[in-house]
């Protein structure tokens, strides 16, 4: 009888680990079907819509989708999916250009771009840094070029100098400008000044010329007393 007994507790013990494997397994099985689900998720795929719809209107919902996902920490440089739609907005109409007709260029939104630029700068992380330098370097239009600096003085990354050196160049080409953008160098300014704070200071020589071209350029007064003010504050840190 004892025999008996044991028998059937042994049989009870391993038939509760087999049924526990098996739902571990289904578990597991559902949670891949849930990521999967998760994938297609119904507003990703609005705002991905929406984001490539050539009418204005429509992208304009979508950065404004994005932007409470952002507020809300919804969305943060981890998430693939919607950081692609974001990068798409930022650049589209310059590095990755719709040709329509041989030579019309289509989605062509500076507005639309700088708007995407401010979320990047939001976001942060390397892959905001990366997709602002490559505006900086592809974007002809001074309001995307202005967000886009400042939005990588907000981030804060400057290693090797590869942030700093590219806001230079910015500030470069509008110091010979007989009609330089203010705003484009008051917002290069700025971004100066945070990279310098963020980063415990800058040295590069390319950027102390920058700022010695903005306070003899053609600019306002306003913005050549603020590169003076930027140029004393590189000077404390160093």
């Known amino acids: 009888m004892k025999r008996f007994v044991v028998i059937i507790a042994l049989v009870a013990v391993f038939g509760g680990l087999v049924f526990a494997q098996q739902d ?11 990521e999967l689900y998760l ?10 819509s929406q984001a ?8 304009l919902l979508a ?11 919804a969305l943060t440089e981890d998430n693939p999916s919607l950081f692609i739609v974001l990068e798409s907005l930022a650049t589209e109409g310059t590095g990755r250009r719709v ?6 260029i289509e989605n062509d939104y500076p507005d639309i771009r700088r708007e ?6 939001e976001i ?13 370097r592809d974007d002809p239009e001074p309001m995307v070029l ?3 600096v400042y939005a990588l003085g907000l981030i804060g990354m400057n290693d090797e100098n590869e942030v700093t050196t590219q806001v230079a160049r910015v500030l470069g080409r509008q110091n010979i400008q007989l009609a330089p953008d203010n705003n484009l160098a008051f917002a290069s300014l700025l971004a100066i000044e945070k990279l310098a704070v963020a980063t415990g200071g800058i040295s590069d020589p390319a950027v102390i010329d920058a700022l010695l071209g903005v306070t003899s350029g053609n600019y306002m007064r306003e913005v050549r007393l603020k590169a003076i003010d930027v140029i004393s504050k590189l000077r404390g840190r160093t």
């Open 24 to 34: 571990a397994a289904e578990d597991r099985r559902q949670y891949t079907i849930e």
């Open 39 to 48: 994938s297609q998720d119904v507003e990703l795929q609005i705002i991905r």
């Open 52 to 59: 490539r719809s050539e009418d204005r209107e429509m992208k």
């Open 63 to 73: 950065l404004q989708s994005i932007r409470s996902m952002i507020q809300s920490g």
């Open 99 to 104: 040709i329509s007709g041989g030579s019309r």
């Open 116 to 121: 995407a630029a401010g979320l990047l700068g």
């Open 124 to 136: 942060g992380g390397e892959q905001s840094k990366r997709v602002l330098l490559g505006i900086l």
């Open 146 to 148: 202005s967000e886009a």
